[in-house]
């Protein structure tokens, strides 16, 4: 099973409308992050939580808004979408305390797109 | 402003030869870096990472060569594998955080 998924994998909507991407983990990663991907832009933060009580704003988050619902689950939500937030969105996890702090899990991706 | 540039969109190269992907960055306070390959439909991997108190980190066919006064750092693929194919991401952290800055990306063709 995977460590991190995210649902949906894909998703069309229209603009305007609001729509929820979810993030689960089971490394029992207190931190986690939402990027999205764009071609000839890289991976770009949105947001990060440290814990369930720790949400901070990444470069790019108007437009977004996130829940830490608990350890595990952390939603990233577009309240009004628009077709400039089409994009390829990861959730990602790490673990300050592990030998491998340093590194983020990813999950793999939800593809959106926004007509 | 881009802080992590790979400037090279996509490199080509044959089975068993050396793929070398580079990586630019602005910032002095970063630390810590690390590259992430990714497979079409899949998230980001990590491969490999260096300190900045190093300038060389080796494991197995992939090195990560790390220059800090040229800001530069390189991977090298030796030998180069049709498995390798994937976009490379160069990503840099800043001390004291756990944020990753991301490059841009480099698409890795590796022709038999």
């Known amino acids: 099973d995977a460590d991190v998924t995210q649902t949906p994998r894909n998703r069309i909507t229209k603009t305007g409308k609001r729509i929820m991407l979810e993030c689960s983990q089971t490394?029992?990663?207190?931190?986690m992050y939402w990027y999205r991907q764009d071609p000839g832009l890289g991976l770009r933060l949105i947001y990060y939580?440290?814990?369930?009580?720790?949400?901070n704003k990444g470069e790019i988050s108007d437009g977004y808004s996130v829940s830490r619902q608990a350890q595990a689950k952390f939603s990233l939500s577009l309240e009004s979408a628009i077709p400039n937030q089409t994009a390829l969105y990861f959730c990602?996890?790490?673990?300050?305390?592990?030998?491998?702090?340093?590194?983020?899990?990813f999950g793999p991706g939800t593809r959106l797109t926004v007509l | 402003d881009q802080q992590v540039k790979q400037n090279s969109p996509s490199l080509s190269v044959q089975e068993g030869r050396i793929s070398i992907l580079n990586c630019d960055y602005t910032?002095?306070?970063?630390?810590?870096f690390l590259w992430y390959k990714k497979y079409p439909a899949e998230g980001p991997t990590f491969l490999i990472s260096?300190?900045?108190?190093?300038d060389k980190n080796e494991d197995g066919r992939f090195t990560v060569f790390l220059n800090k006064s040229a800001k530069h750092l390189s991977l090298h693929i030796v030998p180069s594998q049709p498995g390798d194919s994937a976009v490379y991401f160069c990503?840099?952290?800043?001390?004291?955080?756990?944020?990753?800055?991301f490059g841009t990306g480099t698409r890795l063709l590796v022709s038999p």
């Open positions: 260096i300190s900045s108190i190093k």
């Open positions: 990503a840099a952290r800043t001390t004291g955080f756990q944020k990753l800055v």
């Open positions: 939580s440290f814990d369930v009580k720790d949400i």
């Open positions: 490394k029992g990663h207190d931190r």
């Open positions: 990602a996890t790490s673990d300050p305390d592990s030998r491998r702090y340093n590194e983020q899990f």
């Open positions: 910032n002095s306070m970063f630390d810590y």
